[in-house]
């Protein structure tokens, strides 16, 4: 068990591991400036008792995790935040999180003993164990669904159309476990998969160094409509023709090493293979083939100075003849004094140099599609619905998914069942500057949004005016330097002038005319004279809250370029909730039905607003809710129109008028105005506030009773 102090000197350390969102590493400056924050500033905030202001004693994430909250949950966390330098403190919250994770994972289940390539003993043994499968492909896709199944993930081969694809190739199913997940992840997916192969190697603990794919396509075909009839066959054959390759030290096999070459520059040619070749024949046999993904490629020309055409994928014959350039030469791997010996180590180092961002290795040059089924949602979305359906929380969800390539569906029921970790991985991939968010306003303009002229102070007091990038301009410009994509949130989309906050920039929000697109559009701002346009990999979400304004009155120009996803009511979220043996999914569905009814389904009122009652679930926080909340909002939507609101209550239906929320009594017109002409049937309302604690009168909601 660590001590605080040398659990401190290991998070240093794991931090210099790390890279910023830019691919560059972490300063020592940097990493002293975040340890020295978190020793020194929780004792400084002024927020719920903590456990401890030692933050390095702290080893369990969960509990970190109740303390962290308390933290920024602090009154005056903004201001230690800023006094920590650049927001230091806000940033190593997040880290420390992340490295207590990672280190629980290695403590549940040690790294064994070993070299620092061991993993290779794994990859060569599922190589070997998978080729079989060759003649059995509906057997082995039944195999990957169980090995999801057992993982609760969803299965990633799918058709355009949705449906499951029906035929698979060996490399992509390495690719599973080979793209940019969390170390712990991959080790789960090979794990699970290697059970089921029969593979004899333990799935390894490490994967530093080994090339992956982008998570935005990890396959080495393409789908149906695209890829020829033999593109899978063709992978298959040559994963075989490759593990049969003799070695530089073997006997010359001629018709072996014609076969290998004929299979490799059929698939080259394929759809979407590019580089990948070389990095799916480096899996199947780490030290017989040279991956050239982008960092080895970088590593060739820079450390190893190797004045080779690295322009465009290289034949079989090229190929294999820059391979032969490395095994057995006595110049290179031969060589003791060369820098690298083995095509493991070379991509190792080529991965500890590397320049583009990643989080678990080298990626490579894929570039994202927007066809149907190439990815699981639109590059811009807004959610609508009623107040209190939960549009921005769930903006999370589709924020990861967008991020991690998953349907929103599959991240929504890890945020039911874990919304700590989905959350986890939002502040990650909002403190990586991968998400951003802003709320609209009907101040909020153009200036703000993309640039615009700002009055300054300058250091003499003096006053200036300056250039300012504005906040989606920014985020565009970062979002070129990530590999990956980024996503921008719009709380409250239809609160804003469209028009007067995007301005020209809303033709260029359609996926087809982004940058790096056929029909890429670039305009010229009118301030900075720049030519602007949007990035490929940048997706909104937007918020919309249709009691405010309906979507049929959203801008036109704005409404063609966006999907629309109804964010509804759903009662069912209720079903657990006991307060005083009430049915709170009756009693909302009860009263959502009648606004229908009365007014419309854009006004329905959101399981949100009772949520808190699962954790508070006494009838003081009812009465609340009902008194402070649901009644001002039916105040609202009925203009004070008490007689609609008692319809909406139940209220003409309870006999017992200590169970009506709002009374109705006759007026005496006489009485109070003498001989005037008053009308007789008119009625004055009152708030019977007593209703309001009494469970009888929500019971009753939804229970017809004798009209009074």
Request: glycine letters at 8%.
């Amino acid at each position: 068990m660590m001590t605080p102090k040398e659990r401190r000197e290991a998070f240093k350390r794991w931090m210099n591991l790390r890279r910023k969102a830019d691919g560059a590493p972490y300063s020592v400056n940097t990493v002293d400036t975040y340890a020295s924050a978190l020793a020194t500033a929780p004792a400084k905030l002024r927020c719920a008792p903590l456990r401890t202001t030692d933050i390095f004693s702290l080893s369990d994430s969960r509990v970190y995790h109740e303390e962290r909250v308390k933290m920024e949950a602090a009154e005056n966390f903004e201001s230690v935040n800023l006094a920590s330098g650049n927001r230091a403190l806000q940033y190593a919250l997040s880290r420390y999180e992340t490295f207590l994770q990672e280190t629980e994972t290695r403590e549940e289940d040690p790294a064994p003993d070993g070299p620092l390539f061991g993993w290779t003993d794994f990859y060569e043994a599922f190589a070997k164990a998978l080729l079989p499968w060759r003649s059995d492909r509906a057997g082995l896709l039944g195999l990957i669904g169980d090995a999801c199944a057992s993982l609760g993930v969803g299965n990633p081969f799918r058709e355009r159309s949705g449906a499951l694809c029906d035929d698979v190739c060996p490399f992509t199913v390495f690719g599973m476990f080979n793209k940019g997940l969390r170390d712990d992840n991959r080790r789960k997916i090979a794990a699970a998969l290697a059970g089921r192969l029969g593979v004899p190697a333990p799935a390894p603990f490490s994967f530093s160094g080994i090339p992956v794919l982008s998570n935005m396509n990890a396959r080495f075909f393409s789908a149906r409509e695209e890829r020829g009839e033999r593109d899978i066959e063709n992978l298959w054959e040559l994963f075989a023709r490759a593990l049969s390759l003799p070695g530089p030290d073997d006997a010359p096999d001629g018709p072996a090493r014609d076969a290998f070459l004929g299979a490799y520059d059929l698939v080259r040619a394929q759809r979407g293979i590019a580089w990948n070749v070389t990095i799916g024949l480096y899996w199947a046999s780490p030290y017989r083939f040279l991956p050239l993904d982008l960092n080895s490629r970088n590593y060739l020309r820079g450390r190893l100075d190797f004045r080779v055409d690295l322009k465009n994928p290289p034949t079989g014959e090229a190929y294999l003849s820059l391979i032969s350039r490395f095994l057995g030469n006595p110049y290179t791997f031969g060589n003791p004094t060369y820098p690298v010996h083995s095509f493991p180590e070379l991509s190792h180092q080529a991965w500890l140099g590397r320049s583009a961002p990643g989080d678990g290795g080298p990626e490579t040059e894929e570039t994202i599609s927007d066809a149907p089924g190439e990815w699981p949602m639109s590059r811009n979305v807004i959610l609508y619905g009623p107040p209190g359906t939960g549009k921005t929380y769930r903006s999370a969800a589709f924020a990861v998914a967008a991020i991690e390539r998953k349907r929103p569906a599959e991240v929504e029921g890890a945020l039911r069942e874990s919304p700590d970790a989905v959350f986890g991985r939002y502040r990650r991939y909002r403190d990586e500057g991968r998400i951003e968010f802003v709320t609209f306003h009907q101040s909020f303009s153009y200036e703000e949004f993309i640039e615009g002229i700002r009055p300054a102070l300058s250091g003499d007091a003096r006053l200036r005016y300056e250039l300012r990038d504005g906040i989606f301009k920014a985020f565009c410009r970062h979002a070129e330097t990530v590999r990956g994509p980024c996503v921008f949130v719009i709380d409250e989309i239809n609160r804003g002038n469209i028009s007067r906050i995007f301005g020209e920039l809303i033709t260029l929000l359609e996926p087809s005319k982004r940058k790096g697109r056929p029909e890429e559009l670039l305009v010229r701002l009118p301030y900075s004279g720049e030519r602007f346009g949007i990035p490929d990999n940048v997706f909104l979400i937007g918020t919309m809250n249709t009691a405010d304004r309906s979507i049929a009155l959203i801008d036109t120009a704005l409404r063609r370029r966006f999907n629309f996803v109804e964010m509804a009511p759903d009662e069912s979220l209720l079903a657990g909730i006991d307060v005083a043996g009430l049915d709170l999914s009756a009693l909302l569905s009860c009263i959502n039905r009648r606004i229908e009814a009365l007014y419309d389904r854009k006004h329905r009122i959101g399981h949100a607003y009772f949520l808190p009652l699962g954790e508070e679930p006494t009838m003081e926080r009812l009465a609340h809710i009902f008194e402070n909340t649901l009644l001002p909002l039916l105040q609202e939507y009925f203009f004070n129109d008490y007689e609609k609101i008692r319809l909406i209550l139940g209220d003409n239906q309870k006999k017992n008028a200590d169970e009506q929320f709002v009374l109705a009594d006759s007026l005496d017109g006489a009485a109070l105005f003498g001989d005037a002409s008053v009308t007789e049937d008119e009625r004055v309302f009152s708030l019977n506030r007593a209703a309001f604690s009494n469970p009888e009168a929500y019971r009753k909601i939804a229970a017809p009773q004798e009209t009074v």
